[in-house]
C-alpha cells in the first residue's frame, strides 16, 4: 500500500444546516439536544482524502473497501465512484436496479446497499450486480439509510442494523425479520452511516455516523449493543480533523482493518463545503495497544485447508468462532494451542473472531 497522506489540521467553525451545499443530503432539523459529548479522546486521526476534487463532483454518501479500492457514491444518483486506497480516482460504474444509495456495508464477500428504502441490496462485488434484495420489515421508522452487517446477530446467523436520521434504529436477521428495536429517546443520534464494532474491549458496539439532532454536525458515535446507549465516546470531525475552510455533514462510516497497516480503522465520508472529504481515523492498533485487539493476531496459512494456526503472543486458551459469509455461525470451539481444525468447511470466505483472556478480534480467512 502506497504511503497515506496524514493531515492533522484542527479546524473550529460554527455552523447551521442553512450552510450547507445543496450537494450535501442533510437531515431535517429536529428538537432536542443530542445525547452526545464533543470529545476526540484516544482518536488519532490517520487520512484525509479530498475526494470531492479526485471524482470531479460532490454529493458523495456511501462508502465501503473492497479488494483494496473504495467505493464510494453519489446519495442522489445511480453512480458509484472507485478510488485506490490512496485516494486516487479510478473510475465510475452503476449496478443496473440500484439507485441513491447512502450505505455499505461488506461482509468479506458480498456488498450490502442501504437506500433509505425498506430493501437491502446484496451486491455480488465482481459482476457488480444484484445477487438478493432483503425486504426488511420494521415495526418503526428505522428504515435503511444506515445498514451495518453483523454476523453475530440472529444467534450467530448474521443480520443487520438500520437507521434513518432522528429514527429508532432496528436489527433484522439475514431474510428482513426484526429482531429488536433500539428507541430514538435511547440512542439520541441523527443516523447517517454506521458500523459493528467486534474489536473494541467491552464491545460490542455500534458507531454510528451522526448528524447530530440540529442536522448539521459530523459526530462518530459509540453506542453499546444490544441496547444502544451512548458510550459517552464521541469523535467530531469538524473539530479535530476537517482540512482549514472545508466543513461537513455525516455521511457514510465502515470499520476496517484492511485501510492502514497495523491499525482498525473507522473510515467516513464527510458531506462537505465546498469539499467532499473521505477521512480514517483510528480505532484500534492491531498489536493490542490500549488491549483493544489481541497482540499480532495472525491466520496462517491463509488461504487454508484443513487445519489452520491461530497465532497470538497472549497466552492463554482462545474461544473461536467462524462465520460464513451469510454471517452464519459454523465453528463455535475453544482451542488449548493454535491449531484450529476446519475441515468441516467448505472452499470459501469466513471471518475467525478469536476471544481470548476477555479481548477479541476478527480476522478474514480463506478456505481452499
Known amino acids: 500500500m502506497k504511503k497515506l497522506l496524514i493531515l492533522s489540521i484542527a479546524f473550529a467553525l460554527g455552523t447551521s444546516v442553512s450552510n450547507y451545499a445543496q450537494n450535501a443530503e442533510a437531515a431535517p432539523v429536529v428538537q432536542g439536544n443530542s445525547n452526545t459529548e464533543n470529545t476526540n479522546a484516544l482518536f488519532d486521526l490517520l487520512f484525509n482524502y479530498d475526494i470531492g476534487t479526485a471524482i470531479g463532483a460532490q454529493g458523495n454518501a456511501g462508502v465501503c473497501f473492497v479488494n483494496d479500492q473504495f467505493w464510494v457514491s453519489a446519495w442522489a444518483s445511480d453512480l458509484i465512484h472507485v478510488l485506490d486506497n490512496t485516494g486516487l480516482y479510478l473510475e465510475t460504474f452503476t449496478i443496473p436496479g440500484v439507485s441513491g ?43 435503511a439509510r444506515m445498514v451495518a452487517f453483523d454476523p453475530t446477530l440472529d444467534g450467530g446467523n448474521g443480520g443487520f442494523w438500520t437507521g434513518n436520521f432522528s429514527s429508532d434504529i432496528a436489527s433484522f ?35 454510528i455516523h451522526d448528524q447530530t439532532s440540529a442536522g448539521g454536525g459530523d459526530l462518530v458515535v459509540q453506542l453499546q ?20 475552510g472545508n466543513t461537513g455533514i455525516a455521511g457514510g462510516l465502515f470499520i476496517s482493518d484492511e485501510v492502514v497497516p497495523g491499525k482498525v480503522a473507522i473510515v467516513g465520508v464527510s458531506q462537505g463545503t465546498p469539499l467532499d472529504q473521505l477521512f480514517g481515523i483510528e480505532l484500534a492498533d ?3 495497544v490500549n488491549d483493544n485487539a489481541l497482540a499480532n493476531f495472525s491466520l496462517s496459512p491463509n488461504p487454508a485447508s484443513g487445519r489452520v494456526n491461530i497465532n497470538t503472543t497472549v497466552a492463554g486458551e482462545k474461544h473461536v468462532v467462524v462465520y460464513d459469509v451469510l454471517g452464519k455461525q ?16 467448505k472452499a470459501g470466505v469466513y471471518m475467525v473472531s478469536v476471544t481470548q483472556n476477555k479481548v477479541s478480534a476478527t480476522k478474514k480467512l480463506i478456505v481452499q
Open 101 to 143: 444509495t447512502r450505505s455499505m456495508s461488506w461482509d468479506g464477500t458480498n456488498i450490502y446497499i442501504g437506500t433509505a428504502s425498506t430493501q437491502i441490496f446484496q451486491i455480488d462485488p465482481v459482476s457488480r450486480t444484484i445477487d438478493n434484495t432483503i425486504n426488511i420489515t420494521p415495526s418503526t421508522d428505522a428504515t
Open 173 to 207: 436477521d439475514m431474510d428482513g425479520n426484526e429482531l429488536s428495536v433500539i428507541p430514538y429517546a435511547t440512542h439520541g443520534t441523527t443516523i447517517y452511516g454506521g458500523a459493528v464494532d467486534l474489536v473494541t474491549a467491552g464491545g460490542p458496539y455500534l458507531w
Open 225 to 244: 449493543l444490544p441496547s444502544g446507549t451512548p458510550t459517552g465516546l464521541v469523535y467530531d470531525y469538524n473539530l479535530s480533523g476537517q482540512p482549514a
Open 286 to 288: 492491531l498489536a493490542g
Open 330 to 345: 459454523v465453528i463455535n470451539t475453544t482451542v488449548a494451542g493454535n491449531e484450529l481444525n476446519i475441515s468441516s468447511l
